[in-house]
Each structure stands twice: as C-alpha cells, then as structure tokens.
C-alpha cells in the first residue's frame, strides 16, 4: 500500500518533455523547468494523434521479414500524416529489448530493439508503457526498455523506475500550451507494479489510485505547470 502521503508533491511528480526535445530522464515538477517546443503547421492549431497498440513480434515480424526483408519502416510508407502531428501518443504493447527471459504469457511479446529509432523517426514522443504484456520476458526485458526509451529521447508515461516515476504526470509543453499524460493499466500484471525500489508500472487497481488521480486535478492549477488538458492511456 502507498503510504499516508503518497499524494505529496514529493511522491507525484510531473515530467517535462518538449516536442521533439525530449530529456533522457524523468524529473518531478519542481527538479526540471520545461522545454519549449515549437508547432508544426502555421497556425495555431496543435496536432495530437492518439493511436493503439503498438506490437512488432509474431505475425508482424515474420511478416515483416518475409515481405520486407526485415526493413520494419516500410510499414509507415503510407502514414505520412503521422509525421504531421506535434504530439504523436501511443501505446507500446510488449518491451523492446533482447534481453529477459519468456515468463510463459498465452501471448508473449519482446519486439526486436532495432524499432526503437524508427518509433523516434516516425514521429511518437509520448507513449503508454503499463499493460499487460510488458512483463512478458521479465523484468530485465521491462527495464532495458525504459533505458532504450530514454536513450532515444522518447518520453513515457505509466512506466518508471520506481512509483514516484510511474506515477508521474508527464507533460508536453508547445508554446503556452501545456498537455498532460498519465499512463496506467488496470488489468496487470500485478507483480509488474512498481515499488519505491523497484521499477514497473502504475496499477488502477492500487487502493489509493483515485485519491491520488483526485490530489493531481485538484493541484494542478497550483503547479508551475499548468496542462490545459490531461491525456489518460
């Protein structure tokens, strides 16, 4: 159980990521000032595009490899408008590591690292990391995930390597305009959530999870950062 003062300032942080300028480490609001990010189109419109599971084993790959020789960018040929966004979220189905062992899912997913940068290169600077399938080749699998994440400048919410950083609102600042993400997963897997010194994931299920989500719309309007909208995945 989280303690009395979980929903402390200390404990529930906000993670700053700039679009396209994302840092490589996850800070608490009041550790990191913001970075500015710029928008894409001429006018004053700012772009988010919001898609589903993203899973590149099994069938995917073995299609991948028989149709494209392995190139797994040629299944993007045709979604230029993904490049198009200012804000790109998704949900990142399974680690992306060769590292970890199979735990014995029904399905169990570990997708090859090479789809780091082309995730990066596609566009995505937000993703989902708490479902059901990342620990799927345990924990040394989820955790070099958080590394590659990190290491290519792409930011994630839901996940982190201890609860105060799965717990984290992470926010995208364009201009004036601030957007917060918070990730988390209400079908597990339990053993994946993460301690005070043991990375995984935000659980719903988590006896104070409404208590905190309650602490963060009330205090919000009192951060530095002032998301005009928040983006549940």
């Not at 479902?131 to 919410?157: C, K, M, P, W």
Request: contains cysteine.
């Amino acid at each position: 159980d989280w303690s009395s003062d979980v929903c402390s300032s200390d404990l529930v942080g906000y993670g700053y990521w700039g679009n396209r300028e994302i840092t490589p480490q996850s800070r608490a609001l009041h550790e990191t000032a913001p970075l500015k990010g710029g928008r894409k189109g001429m006018d004053e419109t700012i772009t988010m595009i919001f898609v589903g599971d993203i899973m590149f084993d099994r069938g995917v790959e073995s299609s991948v490899n028989r149709n494209f020789n392995g190139d797994f960018s040629k299944l993007f040929d045709h979604l230029d408008i993904l490049k198009e966004a200012d804000i790109l979220f998704g949900n990142l189905e399974g680690p992306v590591s060769d590292k970890g062992t199979n735990v014995g899912s029904k399905y169990s997913f570990r997708m090859d690292p090479v789809v780091i940068p082309l995730l990066s290169d596609v566009g995505f600077n937000m993703l989902s990391f708490a479902n059901n399938h990342v620990g799927d080749y345990s924990q040394a699998a989820f955790e070099d995930t958080l590394h590659r994440l990190e290491t290519a400048n792409i930011a994630y919410t839901g996940a982190g390597h201890n609860k105060q950083e799965a717990g984290e609102v992470k926010v995208i600042e364009i201009d004036d305009v601030t957007i917060g993400f918070l990730g988390f997963t209400d079908v597990g897997p339990n053993w994946m959530e993460a301690t005070e010194n043991r990375a995984g994931i935000l659980l719903a299920s988590d006896p104070n999870f409404q208590k905190c989500w309650d602490y963060l719309l009330t205090n919000l309007s009192q951060s530095q950062a002032k998301p005009k909208a928040i983006s549940l995945g």
